[in-house]
């Protein structure tokens, strides 16, 4: 620790920051370059202004210490493996640039596949999966920390280097193809280790007095050879005879097991969740020995956008005040996952404005506590109101709710309803179909922009809007798919197309979060009670019905999908807004068999991501969120056949849920893995009608019909024939016609060849 023999306070913090830019600069930037329209240096350029914009916000919001390496031109966890040299050959091979190498791992290039794409733990976000094999030689490779550091220094900002934890890292990352089937990435730690000491040591070197090292892994549950490498990693680290202090965190929930082991190291500093982890203040007080270290309390929610209840935060860091050496304040988790300035919004309600915090001012709300808990709450007093108002109260709503019985959540008996629908839809054996969306071709998204822009009405909206349907039915009918769609042309996003027609929703006009990369989203705000003031989607649907014989499906996004895509109010259980979404889908699927639809999807892609990482919290996920489905649904008679549909995930930990949605037809994404799902689905007794998807829509590629039909046999090897669907693995929307067409012919030929056969 040199130079600076006084290290810089905690203080007031926050674990990261945004960094997409508040008008989503860096997208701009790297979208531009992707396209050869900006060099490598017009888009550092961009990327160096954006870091010192960040810096200096938070050195004038008054934070005591800054994080820093919290900018990404893609991803952290890829920062992390090129930072490493966790490199996989096939891109080395291409001889690239550094920056076009760290591009190509994350999009691919000249046929070579980028690393794969999941889910940030529960979040929205979405980390490329790093490949460890036996032979992985990490070396320090990269110095963006150090240079990052640097570059804030040379601003007069000191600030935090944050890293992703080496055992968080190993965790995230997968068996390259081609390693021994018993190699884990975690056998690497103790190199990785080595290689995080010199980095370490090279921080102190350049003057950092403290670095972060992010391990959220441990908000989930990990075994006890997992808890020992922790352990034995930050034993090691804090072990070193040169570098800075060291702030672990574990965010997104409990530190669990964790925590005693953590604080039983040489770190200086624990980052603890208070807002994901409801008992991890309980937890903290009972570890105990914590008496070496500061306490960085996360007591301001990063992950939503609500102002925090500063009181009842106050009350929770004071009890604290003797566990710990010293206190400090900060958010829950980074920044990341809220939007950048509330001051930016000019459109919303003030009702709903008034309860508001986005990132620049929860940093507000981390400063005060932290004065808070120096000079007493009377600080707060001195800052004005603190109350928070109430969220809007719908009694008819709340009624409706308090109303309900078993009956509301259960269909008829499947054999009978299976019964039913067989006669009303007269389907032939294998039946076909797609997911829901078609091409969002230019000239749909040309006319939603118009229309918003105010250059073409309403009128002339609707009629480019049929104009469309009757297209895509027509080209359906031509291709031969026996269940048709109308193909979403009307609908922006699955999840914010319905947010803009409930009550309980708010727009924003800037509030985009990183999804991916330079992929944004806008979450709607769920902000009180929520019901349906007209029919959302009935008269797409009976128009696209009147064009064909056929059916058509009528296309819903399911409850938990819609809370898992937008920022929902926090001051009741998750599972009663669920169930005031779904009585609102229940009325649309109403009005739709009132319509003459005789099939309704209602779509469940996130039901996944919202499944607690802790096994002890999930069957009351699988309770509320199966619940809310099921009263979304179970209104439909016997005859109208319900379909779900689930993609994005390993669906291993939700057989159970799928199961219990009891949809008479799941559609679900299975092409990628080879139709792996079959058979945990036949294992847990599912015996509904189901639809693995025979290709994967997220290539390019169009598949011919032997590759169909060969997914085929093995789907029909673990699925009785009546009870097979024909369909992509998900909707279409992202692809042109071009390979939309071939391959649906595909899909279809493959269905009829497989119907000779029975
Ligand atoms: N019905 C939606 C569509 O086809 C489903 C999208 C999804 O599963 N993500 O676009
Ligand atoms: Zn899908």
């Known amino acids: 620790m040199h130079g600076n023999p006084v290290p810089t306070p905690i203080g007031a913090t926050v674990l990261g920051y945004p960094r997409i830019g508040a008008r989503r600069e860096l997208k701009r930037a790297v979208e531009s370059y992707w396209a050869g329209r900006i060099d490598a240096g017009a888009l550092q350029e961009t990327a160096r202004d954006l870091r010192a914009q960040t810096w200096a916000e938070l050195r004038d919001g008054g934070l005591d210490s800054i994080p820093g390496n919290t900018f990404s031109f893609y991803d952290q966890v890829l920062d992390t493996a090129t930072l490493f040299d966790a490199v996989p050959d096939r891109y080395r091979a291409l001889e690239l640039s550094e920056l076009d190498t760290y591009f190509a791992m994350a999009r691919g290039r000249d046929g070579v596949e980028p690393l794969e794409l999941t889910k940030w733990f529960d979040t929205n976000y979405h980390y490329l999966v790093p490949e460890i094999s036996p032979g992985t030689r990490f070396r320090l490779a990269g110095d963006k920390p150090v240079a990052e550091y640097r570059e804030a220094a040379a601003l007069g900002v000191r600030t935090r280097p944050v890293l992703l934890g080496p055992v968080t890292f190993l965790l995230l990352a997968k068996r390259a ?182 990132a620049r001012q929860k940093v507000a709300e981390i400063v005060l506590l932290r004065r808070a808990l120096t000079e007493g709450e009377a600080a707060l007093d001195a800052h004005g109101d603190t109350t928070l108002p109430a969220p809007g109260r719908d009694e008819t709503v ?68 049929r104009s469309e349907i009757s297209a895509v039915v027509a080209r359906q009918e031509d291709y031969g798919l026996d269940v048709l769609v109308h193909g979403e042309p009307e609908r922006n996003d699955m999840v914010q197309y319905f947010a803009e027609q409930l009550d309980g929703f708010a727009a ?168 792996e799902v079959l058979a945990d689905l036949r294992e847990a007794g599912f015996a509904r009608g189901v639809g693995p998807g025979v290709y994967d829509i997220h290539s390019p590629l169009v598949p011919s019909t032997a590759d169909i039909a060969e997914l085929l046999q093995s789907a029909a090897g673990a699925v009785p024939a009546d009870r097979l669907w024909v369909n992509p693995d998900c909707g279409l929307k992202t692809r042109g016609y071009g390979e939309v067409e071939p391959a649906l012919r595909s899909l279809v030929a493959a269905a009829r060849s497989l119907r000779e056969q029975h």
């Open 508 to 675: 924003t006009e800037f509030g985009w979060v990183q999804s991916y990369g330079s992929r944004c989203v806008r979450p709607p705000i769920l902000h009180g009670d929520v019901s349906r003031p007209a029919p959302i989607t009935v008269e797409w649907s009976r128009y696209a019905q009147s064009l064909t014989e056929r059916p058509v499906k009528g296309m819903l996004t399911g409850p938990v999908t819609i809370l898992a895509w937008s920022f929902v109010r926090d001051d009741q259980p998750l599972g009663d807004t669920a169930t005031q979404v779904a009585l609102a889908l229940r009325d649309e699927v109403a009005d739709l068999e009132r319509a003459g639809i005789r099939i309704v999807q209602v779509d469940e892609p996130a039901l996944r991501e919202l499944l607690p990482l802790r096994q002890r919290d999930r069957a009351s996920y699988v309770d509320w969120s199966v619940a809310a489905f099921r009263l979304a649904t179970a209104g439909a008679a016997d005859a109208t056949q319900v379909h779900t549909h689930l993609c994005y995930s390993e669906f291993a930990d939700v057989i159970q849920a799928i199961d219990g949605l009891d949809a008479d037809v799941t559609t679900i994404e299975a092409a990628r893995s080879r139709m």
């Open 398 to 465: 709340r009624s409706r709710v308090g109303a309900l019985n078993h009956a509301d959540y259960d269909r008829g008996a499947y054999p009978d309803r299976a019964q039913a629908q067989r006669d009303t839809l007269d389907l032939p054996a294998f039946p076909t179909t797609t997911i829901g969306s078609f091409p969002q071709t230019g000239e749909i998204r040309r006319a939603r922009a118009d229309l918003r822009a105010g250059r073409i009405d309403a009128t002339a909206y609707e009629s480019a809007m």
């Open 177 to 358: 193809a081609g390693a021994p089937a018993g190699f884990r990435p975690l056998d690497t730690i103790d190199q990785l280790v080595e290689r995080y000491a010199e980095l370490l040591a090279r921080l102190a070197d350049e003057g950092a007095d403290w670095v972060q090292l992010d391990e959220p892994a441990f908000a989930a549950d990990r075994t006890d050879e997992e808890l020992a490498t922790l352990g034995r990693v930050y034993d090691r680290l804090t072990g070193l005879p040169s570098r800075p202090r060291l702030l672990v965190t574990g965010y997104y929930g409990e530190l669990g097991a964790a925590l005693p082991v953590l604080a039983r190291t040489g770190i200086e500093a624990l980052g603890v969740d208070l807002v994901a982890g409801a008992s991890a203040a309980g937890q903290l007080a009972e570890t105990g020995g914590l008496l070496d270290k500061i306490l960085v309390l996360g007591v301001v929610d990063g992950r939503n956008v609500w102002r925090t209840d500063l009181r009842a935060a106050l009350r929770a860091c004071t009890a604290l005040t003797e566990v710990g050496r010293e206190l400090a304040v900060s958010s829950s988790c980074s920044l990341l996952h809220v939007p950048y300035d509330l001051d930016a919004e000019t459109d919303l309600p003030g009702e709903v404005r008034a309860r508001l915090a986005f």
